[in-house]
């Protein structure tokens, strides 16, 4: 699976575009930049490139129940074994920026005891402050990074507990 990332129109996410194969997205990569810039890149969330009796809409595919208000999916960001390197950008809003002050990864998630022991997907400072969710990246926990979680969790609350004292 070979995945094409685009921007949509109306809420700038950035949104991916599907081929089932290397060789099929070789072969459509040029109608798929064409037609793209014949609507003047205005692709936006769970609009059709192509209509289905198109032949290239089995070449090139996305996904048609995104709304604007959709996380960014999953195919986005970038796996480490992938050679190419994408920026980083929080699930729900898309944005990116400094690491650390603005948006939160692993790292910054681990040290704010948020992850549970899961690997997560980015999230801006912003949408976590709105109640956004952190949002798990797989299903595997890691038992020891959840346990020294709560540790941490559980030595801040009682030095803030003795700090009220």
């Known amino acids: 699976m070979r995945s ?10 950035r949104r991916c575009i599907y081929s089932p194969s290397d060789a099929v997205y070789i072969g459509a990569i040029t109608a798929l930049q064409q037609k793209l810039e014949s609507v003047s890149d205005r692709f936006s969330c769970g609009d059709l490139i192509f209509e289905d009796d198109d032949p290239l809409s089995k070449a090139v595919v996305q996904k048609k129940n995104l709304t604007c208000e959709t996380r960014i999916e999953r195919g986005y960001y970038n796996h480490r074994e992938r050679a190419l390197k994408l920026r980083a950008l929080c699930v729900h809003c898309g944005e ?3 690491t650390g002050t603005f948006l939160l990864d692993q790292n910054e998630l681990e040290a704010r005891c948020l ?18 969710k952190v949002v798990k990246n797989g299903s595997t926990k890691n038992a020891i990074k959840a346990r020294e979680e709560k540790e941490r969790l559980i030595a801040r609350n009682r030095k803030s507990s003795q700090e009220w004292k």
């Open 115 to 132: 992850t549970g022991g899961y690997k997560c997907f980015p999230i801006c400072v912003e949408c976590l402050d709105e109640g956004g």
């Open 96 to 98: 990116h920026g400094p």
């Open 4 to 13: 094409v990332r685009s921007y949509s129109y109306n809420c700038g996410k």
